[in-house]
C-alpha cells in the first residue's frame, strides 16, 4: 500500500500526475466536488447565522467511501485540487467528509502539471485557505438565495419552470438591452465618397473623401465639381510607426480569441482547454493574470531565437486591466515552448496552437512599419482626397501572430502605395458616391459578450462559460438566425466626364451566429428590471464580485455580507410576490376589421400566441401560436392576421386532405397521418397544391423500404448526426465504411444485426417482472430504466455490483413524482362557447 494517497479533482489530471511521483504515492480523483446544497431544499440557515447544509452528492458516496479507505491506510493525504476558490472549497470538503487528521494532511498547488510543478509543490506545502474557501462560500449561498428565492416568484408571475440567477439575469439583460437598441435605432443616410487615381507611371491606387456628403443633392454637385478638373499630390507624409504584441491569453482573451479565429463556443473552448492542462501542456486555464515566469519568458526567448534569430526576441512584461487580477498566477501559456503541436485531437490542436502562437509573440519584437499619407488637392475646389498606405518593413511578432477583432467596421489593412511625389499631377479614374446607412448596434457573439462582462466586473474567470451556457440552455437566449431585409441605395459614377445614377440593393440587418434574446427571455428581464431593479443592477452586480474578492483577501466577513444583502433582498421578494401584477408581454396590436374583436400578442402556456376577442366578448378568444422566426416585440398586425390563416387546406392527394401550417419547429405540410417540413424560410400561406405534393413524394421516396429484415421494413435517411437506416424503430447510424448511396443487402443485415448486439451487450440487469433494467450509456455512465422512466447514474457507479433492491431506492428517491390534478375551478359563464385554436405541429 502506497505511503501517500494524493486527491485530484479529475481522472485525467490523476493519470498524469501519477506519471511524475514515485510507487509511494498512489494518486485518486475526487471527480469534482464531493459535497454541495441540497437540490429539493434553500440549505442555508437564513433565519441564523447563514450555515450552508452541505451534503455529499448521491453520486458521490461510493466515491467517498473509497477515498475514505484510502486515507485511513496512508500515512500522508495530498489534497491536490486547482489553485482557484473551487479548487480551496473542493480541498476542504474533502477534509471535512473525509475527517482528515490534519497532521497527517497537506494542501499542495500548482499552476502546471509537470513534473518540476509537482515535485516543487510537494516540496512547498501548505494548509487549506479558508479565506478562499469562504469566498467560495459566499458565491455559492449567495447565488443559491437569489436562484431559489426570485425563481418562485417567476412561476407565478410570469410562467412556470422559469429560473432566474445573480449573473445569468445580468448577463440576459445586456443582451435584451441591445436588441431593444437595435430595434429603436433609426438608420441616417449619407454619402461615401472613393476615388481611384493612377500616377504617371500608370499605377493605380484609391483614395477617399475624408467626410462623407449628407444628402444626394450635394452629393451629386460635388461630382460635377469634378468632373472636368485636373489633381494633383499636394502633400507626401512618410512616418515610422511601430505595432506592439498582445499580452499572453487571460481566460476571457482566449476565449475571445478562439472563438473570432477557430469559432469555438465559449465551453467549447473551456472543455478543450481543460483536457490540455489536465494532459500537462499547457497552465491552469482560469486565470486573470498576464504575467509570464521567469522560466516560461526564457523558453520563450530560446525558441524564438532559435527558429527566427536574436533580433526577432524581445523580454516583455505585461500588466494586467483586472484590478483583482491574481498575479501571482501566469497567465495561460505552453509548459513547453519547445512542443510547438500538441493535442489529443483536431479541436485540441488548434487550441493548443493559437495558445502557443499568442504566448511566443508576446515576447517578441514589435513590427516596425513605414505609414504613408498622401493628400490630393483638385484645380476646382478646396476638398482634400487622402491616400494611406502601410509597409512592413520588419515584421517582428507579426511573423508569428496577430490579435483578431470584434470590431466589424473596421477596414482591411491598408496595402503599399505607388512612389509619388509633391506636385505630381495625378489621372482620375473614377470617383463614387455611395449611398451608406449608420448602423445598428452589433449584436453580441459569445466572445463580445464575455468582453462586455469583463469590462463591467461581472463576474470571474471562472464563470464566463457557465453563465453563456446557463441562458442558452434555459431558452433566455438563442444563436440568432436574423436573415435580414433588403434594402435599395444609390450610387452616382463619376466616370470619363459622365455621371451615372444607379440603384443598387444590399441586404441588412443580417445576424447569424449572434446572440437574440426570445419572447421569453425579453418578458423575464422587463420583470426583474421593473421589481428588482437592485439585482439586476450591474454595479449592484460588479460590487458583489469586489466583496468576494475582499473575503478572499481576508478584509470581510462572508456571513456578514449575507447578513447584509439578505436584510433589503428577502422582503421585497414578499412583497412582489403579493403585489406584483403578472407579466405576459402582451402588446394590443389592433382590430379585426371584420369582428371588431381586439388582436393582442402575448406569452401563453405553450409559448408565444396572438389572441383574437377577450373573455368579456360575447363568444371565447381565438389563438394562434407565433411562427418560430416571429417575436412578441416585433411582429406586426398584419403578421399576426395571417397566422388566423392557418391550417390552410390546399387541397387532396391520393384522396387524403393536403393542409400546410406553422409549427414548432418552422412551417409544414400535413397529409394523411405525415407531417412534412417545408424548405427553411418558406410562407406557408403562398404554398401552392402542387409544391406540396412534390414535397409528399419526396418523403414517400425517402420513406419507401430499401430491404425487408425479419418480415420488417428497411427505411434510410439523413438526420442531424449523418446517415441511418431505420428497422423495427431502430435507428441505426452508417459510418464511412459504407457507401451510402450503394448500401448492398449485406451492409444492411450486417449493420441491423450489429446493432441488435450492441443492444444486448449494454444491458446490465434485467428484472422482466419488475419491468427494470440497467443499461450502459454514453461517456461511461449508466442508465436506470423502468417503463418511461430514465435515472442516469455517474461513470463512478458500481453497475454490476447493483441489486433489484438498491435500483427500487434509486428509483423511488429519483423519480418524478405524480402530480395531482387540480379540481377545475367553476366557469363564470353560463352558456359554453365553441372555442378554436389553431394548433402547433
Do not use: C
Not at 462582462?453 to 453563456?468: K, V
Amino acid at each position: 500500500m502506497a505511503k501517500n494517497l494524493v486527491i485530484v479533482e479529475s481522472p485525467a489530471k490523476a493519470k498524469t500526475i501519477e506519471k511524475f511521483l514515485g510507487k509511494d504515492f498512489k494518486v485518486e480523483s475526487s471527480y469534482g466536488h464531493i459535497s454541495d446544497l441540497p437540490s429539493k431544499e434553500l440549505g442555508v440557515d437564513v433565519e441564523g447565522d447563514f450555515d450552508p447544509k452541505y451534503q455529499v452528492s448521491s453520486d458521490k458516496k461510493a466515491v467517498v467511501k473509497k477515498l475514505k479507505e484510502l486515507a485511513n491506510k496512508a500515512e500522508m493525504v495530498w489534497l491536490a485540487s486547482d489553485e482557484d476558490r473551487e479548487g480551496e472549497a473542493i480541498a476542504w470538503h474533502l477534509a471535512e467528509s473525509l475527517n482528515l487528521d490534519k497532521k497527517k494532511t497537506r494542501r499542495i498547488v500548482f499552476h502546471e502539471i509537470t513534473k518540476s510543478a509537482i515535485q516543487k509543490a510537494v516540496e512547498n506545502p501548505r494548509q487549506i485557505d479558508y479565506d478562499l474557501v469562504d469566498a467560495q462560500q459566499a458565491r455559492r449561498v449567495l447565488d443559491r438565495i437569489v436562484g431559489y428565492e426570485l425563481s418562485p416568484v417567476l412561476w407565478r408571475k410570469v410562467k412556470g419552470g422559469l429560473s432566474a440567477g445573480r449573473v445569468q439575469s445580468v448577463s440576459v439583460r445586456l443582451i435584451v438591452e441591445r436588441e431593444q437598441e437595435i430595434n429603436e435605432f433609426k438608420p441616417e443616410a449619407s454619402y461615401r465618397i472613393d476615388a481611384e487615381f493612377s500616377n504617371e507611371e500608370g499605377q493605380s491606387f484609391k483614395a477617399k473623401l475624408p467626410k462623407a456628403i449628407k444628402t444626394k443633392k450635394e452629393a451629386l454637385a460635388f461630382l460635377e465639381k469634378n468632373a472636368n478638373t485636373t489633381f494633383k499630390v499636394s502633400d507626401l507624409e512618410k512616418k515610422p510607426a511601430k505595432k506592439s504584441p498582445s499580452a499572453p491569453f487571460t481566460t476571457s482573451t482566449l476565449q475571445q480569441e478562439a472563438s473570432r479565429k477557430l469559432y469555438f463556443s465559449v465551453s467549447k473552448t473551456m472543455t478543450m482547454a481543460q483536457r490540455l492542462y489536465e494532459a500537462g501542456l499547457i497552465t491552469y486555464m482560469r486565470t486573470d493574470s498576464v504575467n509570464l515566469s521567469d522560466e516560461a519568458k526564457k523558453g520563450a526567448a530560446k525558441e524564438i531565437i532559435d527558429a527566427y534569430g536574436k533580433e526577432y526576441a524581445k523580454e516583455r512584461d505585461y500588466k494586467g486591466k483586472s484590478k483583482n487580477a491574481q498575479e501571482a498566477h501566469e497567465a495561460i501559456r505552453p509548459t513547453n515552448f519547445a512542443v510547438h503541436s500538441a493535442g489529443l485531437d483536431y479541436d485540441q490542436t488548434r487550441l493548443y496552437e493559437l495558445i502557443w502562437k499568442r504566448s511566443i509573440a508576446s515576447q517578441m519584437s514589435e513590427a516596425k512599419l513605414e505609414r504613408t499619407n498622401v493628400k490630393i488637392n483638385a484645380a476646382s475646389h478646396k476638398q482634400t482626397f487622402t491616400a494611406n498606405g502601410e509597409v512592413i518593413t520588419f515584421d517582428g511578432f507579426l511573423k508569428v501572430y496577430l490579435e483578431g477583432t470584434d470590431d466589424e467596421d473596421l477596414e482591411q489593412q491598408e496595402g503599399m502605395l505607388p512612389a509619388m511625389k509633391v506636385n505630381e499631377v495625378l489621372l482620375n479614374k473614377n470617383i463614387t458616391a455611395t449611398e451608406r446607412y449608420t448602423r445598428a448596434p452589433y449584436r453580441f457573439t459569445e466572445a463580445s459578450l464575455v468582453k462586455k462582462l469583463e469590462e463591467l466586473g461581472i463576474g470571474r474567470p471562472s464563470t464566463y462559460a457557465p453563465t453563456i451556457s446557463t441562458i442558452q440552455n434555459r431558452n433566455y437566449v438563442e444563436k440568432g438566425t436574423v436573415e435580414g431585409v433588403e434594402r435599395n441605395y444609390t450610387q452616382l459614377v463619376l466616370e470619363e466626364g459622365k455621371i451615372n445614377d444607379n440603384l443598387l440593393t444590399e441586404k441588412v440587418g443580417s445576424d447569424k451566429g449572434k446572440l437574440v434574446p426570445t419572447d421569453i427571455g425579453i418578458i423575464v428581464t422587463n420583470f426583474l428590471v421593473n421589481h428588482f431593479e437592485s439585482i439586476l443592477d450591474y454595479s449592484f452586480t460588479a460590487n458583489v464580485e469586489n466583496q468576494f474578492d475582499d473575503i478572499a483577501e481576508g478584509k470581510a466577513d462572508w456571513k456578514k455580507v449575507m447578513k447584509s444583502f439578505y436584510k433589503d433582498f428577502h422582503p421585497k421578494v414578499i412583497d412582489v410576490q403579493e403585489n406584483a401584477e403578472r407579466e405576459s408581454g402582451e402588446r394590443i396590436l389592433g382590430e379585426d376589421p371584420k369582428s371588431g374583436k381586439r388582436v393582442s400578442v402575448r406569452l401563453g402556456k405553450f409559448g408565444p400566441m396572438v389572441q383574437m376577442g377577450t373573455v368579456d366578448d360575447d363568444e371565447d378568444p381565438t389563438y394562434a401560436s407565433l411562427a418560430p422566426d416571429q417575436q412578441l416585440a416585433s411582429i406586426t398586425f398584419e403578421e399576426a392576421m395571417d397566422l388566423f390563416k392557418l391550417p390552410k387546406t390546399l387541397g387532396t392527394y391520393k384522396g387524403e386532405s393536403v393542409e400546410v401550417n406553422n409549427g414548432r419547429f418552422g412551417p409544414y405540410v400535413k397529409f394523411g397521418g405525415a407531417y412534412v417540413s417545408l424548405p427553411k424560410g418558406s410562407d406557408p400561406l403562398e404554398v401552392e397544391l402542387d409544391q406540396a405534393i412534390e414535397l409528399i413524394k419526396e418523403k414517400e421516396k425517402a420513406d419507401a423500404p430499401i430491404y425487408m429484415y425479419k418480415d420488417l421494413p428497411v427505411q434510410k435517411g439523413k438526420g442531424r448526426f449523418g446517415p441511418f437506416i431505420k428497422w423495427n424503430n431502430m435507428f441505426i447510424n452508417v459510418n464511412k465504411k459504407y457507401d451510402w448511396d450503394n448500401l448492398s443487402d449485406e451492409d444492411i443485415v450486417e449493420l441491423i444485426e450489429a446493432k441488435i448486439q450492441k443492444e444486448i451487450d449494454k444491458v446490465i440487469h434485467n428484472w422482466e417482472e419488475e419491468g427494470i433494467r440497467v443499461e450502459k450509456a454514453r461517456w461511461g455512465r449508466f442508465n436506470i430504466i423502468q417503463g418511461k422512466v430514465k435515472i442516469e447514474l455517474p461513470k463512478t457507479t458500481d453497475a454490476p455490483a447493483l441489486t433489484l433492491e438498491e435500483v427500487k431506492g434509486i428509483i423511488e428517491k429519483n423519480a418524478p413524482k405524480k402530480k395531482v390534478r387540480k379540481k377545475p375551478a367553476a366557469k363564470k359563464k353560463t352558456a359554453t362557447k365553441k372555442k378554436t385554436t389553431v394548433k402547433k405541429k
